[in-house]
């Protein structure tokens, strides 16, 4: 398992559209996407809702909770069987503790859980149809800016917002592993209409720093003591936004 697969740390929105039934994520994180890449961190279950498993990331739970809102479980239900007593565990140690997830329907309010190891900042806000959660952030002030930036403005297609979001929490600090300038060193967008097949939304999108610094156990260790730095011009929510803005979906045209 590579070092950013073992150190998910970010900052995540989860959300659905009952105006267009669009579901969609985002995230943005001081890691690299190398062979993990950040946007694995999500799933979508186009029609119903959508799903994401970060810090620790345990693929298979976040694979095991997006089935369950399929066949018509709550959310609350998904994360709560993710992370009962004994479901996640390795030598007797509860890695739940060490687990992040979020997860909105549109039967059912979203939802979010934090494992009391998951460092500081760490923690979740939710509205109307979606969740924001992070941890390791420079403070609460990034998903709260998160958060608001995606309730707040004009009127916009749910890929606008997600987008719109990334980019609040980028300004409030991001990932506290990197500088604030450069706030992450990966970022995605994934959108998925009604009819968009399970594994194939219809937008997808991930950017990285352009000259990406060496990725390994150590430059992750580093990174907790001694953030990351970068200016402005690489940072990957930025560099999104601009391909978001010219690849823009017709619904947000």
């Avoid at 694995?40 to 369950?68: C, K, M, W």
């Avoid at 979203?110 to 900042?121: D, I, M, R």
């Avoid at 002030?141 to 916009?156: N, R």
């Avoid at 300038?181 to 009819?195: D, I």
Wanted: with cysteine; proline share 8%; aromatic share 6%.
């Amino acid at each position: 398992m590579s070092a950013a697969a073992l150190a998910l740390a970010t900052w995540s929105i989860v959300a659905v559209d009952p105006a267009t039934r669009e579901v969609g994520a985002a995230g943005a994180s001081c890691i690299l996407s190398g062979e993990f890449p950040i946007e694995h961190i999500s799933e979508l279950v186009p029609g119903t809702g959508a799903v994401v498993a970060q810090a620790l990331s345990n693929e298979a739970a976040r694979t095991a909770i997006a089935d369950a809102i399929a066949r018509g479980d709550s959310p609350a239900a998904a994360l709560a069987a993710a992370t009962a007593p004994g479901a996640d565990t390795w030598l007797g140690i509860d890695r739940a503790r060490l687990r992040q997830y979020g997860a909105v329907t549109f039967q059912a309010g979203p939802v979010s859980y934090t494992g009391a190891w998951n460092g500081a900042w760490a923690g979740a806000r939710a509205g109307r149809g979606v969740s924001v959660q992070g941890n390791l952030l420079a403070g609460p002030t990034v998903i709260d800016a998160a958060l608001e930036a995606f309730e707040g403005g004009d009127p916009a297609c749910l890929a606008e917002r997600l987008v719109r979001a990334l980019e609040a929490g980028a300004r409030a600090g991001g990932d506290r592993r990197c500088e604030p300038a450069l706030g992450s060193l990966s970022a995605f967008v994934a959108v998925a209409g009604p009819h968009d097949a399970r594994g194939a939304p219809g937008l997808r999108l991930l950017r990285s720093r352009p000259s990406e610094p060496p990725s390994g156990a150590f430059d992750e260790l580093r990174r907790r003591f001694r953030p990351e730095p970068g200016s402005a011009e690489e940072n990957p929510v930025l560099l999104l936004r601009h391909a978001f803005d010219e690849e823009r979906p017709k619904p947000c045209r």
